[in-house]
């Protein structure tokens, strides 16, 4: 059907999007595809190219399964709405008792003669008495929320990381640590993350989102280690990590071929997992424990609250590699089996050798905990001349950082936030969203210097 | 040739960023020679506000390490996309890392990823691009101005990333992108985007990809959407982005302390403090955080959308 570019297939994880709606969802042949209330049959998304928009027509039989229809153009969303908010004229509004004049029996009446969604709200509204009276702001919260219900388009979208940060940010901001995607795009920018780099990355508390960005950016060329507490990762943290899989060949290190598929081996399909443990995802932990050997210079214990254990990753590659571990009985080629296992013993063994030269060439911290200790004492492993960068909800630890590293002699250093306002653009209605965000973290950046020319000249 | 992957010491024609202090960053290219004004060629001295540098002892010294000037230090940095924009000659307006690193994530770069991009402009994103879809991507960037084409094509090379780039001197307004479904992303800084848009989606892969203006003025935004949706796009999306920054403080501040009886004795049961009561300032250290007085208040739109896959057939 398409010339180029991957059909969307069985088995798979995807991003259904609905209007300002979003949800992860691993599409199986037998199974629908819960939307809110609606239903869909996930045979008729099957085979067309991702990306692919469909229109739902409401379907016959007991299930009410919604039948999707690839479609060449859909409705906007925001321009039906806007249309609707502009509805000052209120020549069809009816006479009536009620608030609102339209009946449920003649919705449905509507959409089995094929209305289009944007038909049925704006049938709605005009029926509607108290909309009139209503502010512009409860006007256009009204309309979404109609508009939502009604709203018949979907496209089946790739998990890239684009979407998996927007669409956990809009389930809850706090499931990731209010790490909004702008914020994340600065990350990956403060730390300069590029393909063929080594990176030290330690995130809780983010389902992942930063380990799995990086190593987007990686795209199987270069390593990255990442560093968690305790014995096993977040237990969703597999999950976006894998969820948001680069899904094309790639190079591997090695010269190796290695394909990422988007497999969980957990359904996703009830949008984002829980932080919390359970699920049938399941990490070896045992002997991959490690404590980081500072050298001689040891710090002790004490001074990092987390027992880091290391795992490391090479690009794509070991992101499959973990994926086979966490699958367990996934069916699998055996080929890819022999080409992948390593243990997690043997991930721990070459993270500790990766971080022993200190020489990565770049730290990014995202974390729940404080990390004014972690962050001075990973910032051994860095190489000078790179930069680090440190996510945190909260300002005020990043004002602790930044002294921290000034003591430590680093430069450039700088605690921002950035400030994001989404507009509204639409003929003669242009104006900025009605509501905003409004924070989307902290971010401390800076870069490693060696100062030996300093201490030399001090001890002459 | 240092832009295209990191290395540990500065060689000859590398270029290094070198940091006296905040407000005085300068790249600079390490070579014997330059071109003095007369056109003759004399040793590459270097002057800042620290003393004047010989370029070519750059040569050998590790990255991250100091540089000796005759009135203090400096760093070598090794370059990255990030500091070439903080540092690059301007030809023209730029973008800036807080645009760029949005543009990056929105167009959904990585390795790999096939770009087009105009105007290259002083090929500040373009560094940026370069960095995020080497060494299996590429990117094909287009401006109207020849010797800005030019002299950001000799840059590329130069940086040893020319290998990832075509540059090339054409109006894509006028002419397009002479490029045909091989594009994921495409992104456009230019004063009519809309005249662009069309020759957009016929760059774009059949399977579909992203778009990005970078706009201004909102009237451009406003014609731009119009294009994008008459062109198929969808999930337009059009934000603004501005960092904050914040100058780290440690600071005093006295607190009264009101809680003590005064002790003066003169008014038994006076409520009201004394005015020795009141006089008992204590300091008290505060660590904050101040938003800069004056800030970046606006850079431009940034409007994003997806052209969806064509369909060929019903089946
Ligand atoms: C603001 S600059 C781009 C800056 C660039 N984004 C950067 O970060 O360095 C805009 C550029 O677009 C070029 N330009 C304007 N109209 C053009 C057209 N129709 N075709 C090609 N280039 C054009 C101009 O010559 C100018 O160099």
């Excluded at chain 1, 990092?304 to 994926?323: D, L």
Aim: glycine share 8%; aromatic share 6%.
């Amino acid at each position: 059907m398409r010339e180029d570019g991957p059909a969307i297939c069985d088995g798979k994880n995807y991003i259904i999007i609905k209007g300002s709606f979003m949800k992860l969802a691993k599409l199986k042949t037998q199974k629908q595809c819960q939307l809110g209330r609606a239903s869909v049959d996930v045979a008729g998304l099957l085979g067309h190219p991702v990306g692919t928009q469909f229109r739902l027509h409401s379907g016959g039989g007991k299930q009410r399964l919604m039948r999707p229809e690839p479609v060449e153009h859909t409705e906007d969303l925001a321009d039906a709405i806007a249309a609707d908010e502009s509805a000052a004229d209120n020549r069809n509004l009816l006479a009536n008792q009620t608030s609102q004049a339209m009946t449920k029996e003649r919705i449905m009446e509507m959409r089995e003669q094929g209305a289009t969604g944007k038909e049925i709200v704006t049938t709605i509204v005009d029926n509607s008495t108290s909309f009139q009276g209503k502010t512009e702001f409860s006007q256009a919260k009204y309309v979404r929320k109609k508009q939502k219900k009604y709203f018949e388009f979907i496209s089946v979208q790739e998990p890239t990381v684009r979407l998996v940060a927007s669409m956990y940010y809009m389930q809850d901001p706090l499931k990731i640590m209010n790490l909004r995607v702008d914020s994340l795009s600065q990350l990956l920018t403060a730390c300069s993350v590029r393909p063929g780099g080594r990176y030290l990355v330690l995130e809780s508390g983010c389902l992942a989102v930063t380990v799995a960005a990086v190593l987007e950016r990686l795209g199987g060329h270069g390593h990255l280690v990442h560093l968690f507490q305790g014995g096993t990762p977040q237990s969703a943290e597999a999950q976006a990590d894998e969820t948001v899989a680069t899904d094309r060949e790639t190079v591997a290190p090695n010269g190796e071929t290695a394909q990422t598929a988007a497999e969980s081996p957990k359904a996703a399909a009830d949008g984002i997992p829980s932080s919390g443990g359970g699920g049938d995802v399941t990490t070896t932990d045992g002997g991959g424990d490690v404590v980081p050997d500072g050298g001689d210079d040891v710090t002790p214990a004490t001074e990092e609250p987390t027992a880091a254990t290391a795992e490391e990753t090479e690009g794509t590659e070991a992101q499959e590699s973990r994926k086979r571990r966490l699958s367990g009985s996934q069916t699998e080629t055996s080929e890819r089996k022999s080409k992948y296992a390593r243990t997690r013993c043997e991930d721990s063994e070459l993270a500790l050798n990766m971080l022993s030269s200190k020489d990565m060439d770049g730290l990014l911290l995202c974390c729940r905990q404080h990390p004014v200790n972690l962050l001075r004492y990973l910032l051994r492993f860095l190489a000078v001349s790179r930069p680090f960068t440190v996510f945190c909800p909260y300002k005020e630890p990043l004002l602790e950082c930044y002294f921290a590293m000034k003591a430590e002699g680093c430069i450039m250093l700088k605690v921002t936030e950035t400030w994001l306002r989404n507009y509204q653009v639409l003929p003669e209605r242009t104006h900025p969203e009605i509501n905003m965000s409004g924070g989307g973290g902290y971010i401390l950046s800076g870069f490693k210097v060696d100062r030996s020319l300093n201490r030399a000249a001090v001890t002459d | 040739m240092s832009f295209k992957e990191y290395k540990t010491h500065v060689e000859m024609g590398d270029t290094v960023i070198l940091y006296l202090n905040i407000k005085n960053i300068h790249a600079i290219t390490v070579t014997e020679e330059v071109k003095n004004k007369k056109g003759n060629m004399v040793p590459n001295i270097f002057q800042t506000v620290y003393g004047a540098l010989k370029v070519k002892d750059l040569v050998g010294m590790k990255y991250g390490s100091q540089v000796q000037m005759t009135r203090g230090w400096a760093f070598a940095l090794h370059p990255t996309p990030e500091l070439w924009t903080l540092t690059l000659p301007h030809r023209t307006q730029i973008l800036y890392t807080p645009d760029i690193s949005i543009v990056l994530t929105q167009l959904e770069l990585r390795p790999g990823s096939v770009v087009c991009e105009a105007g290259t402009g002083s090929g500040s994103l373009s560094h940026a691009i370069l960095r995020t879809i080497a060494p299996t991507g590429h990117l094909h960037t287009f401006d109207f101005h020849e010797q800005r084409s030019r002299l950001a094509a000799e840059e590329f090379s130069a940086h040893g990333v020319g290998d990832y780039v075509t540059a090339r001197h054409r109006d894509v307004c006028g002419e397009g992108f002479d490029l045909d479904s091989v594009a994921d992303a495409v992104f456009l800084d230019l004063p009519r985007p809309y005249d662009a848009v069309p020759f957009a989606k016929q760059a774009l892969k059949k399977s579909g990809g992203r778009i990005c203006s970078f706009s201004p003025c909102i009237e451009q935004v406003q014609k731009t959407c119009d294009s994008l949706r008459k062109h198929g796009f969808t999930e337009l999306q059009t934000l603004e982005c501005l960092q904050r920054e914040f100058q780290v403080r440690k600071s005093v501040m006295s607190v009264f302390d009101l809680s003590q009886p005064p002790t003066d004795g003169s008014a038994d049961g006076d409520e009201r403090p004394s005015k020795k009561a009141a006089m008992e300032e204590r300091p008290r250290e505060v660590l904050t955080g101040i938003p800069l007085t004056t800030m970046p208040g606006h850079t431009g739109f940034l409007t994003f959308a997806t052209l969806p896959p064509v369909m060929t057939s019903a089946t």
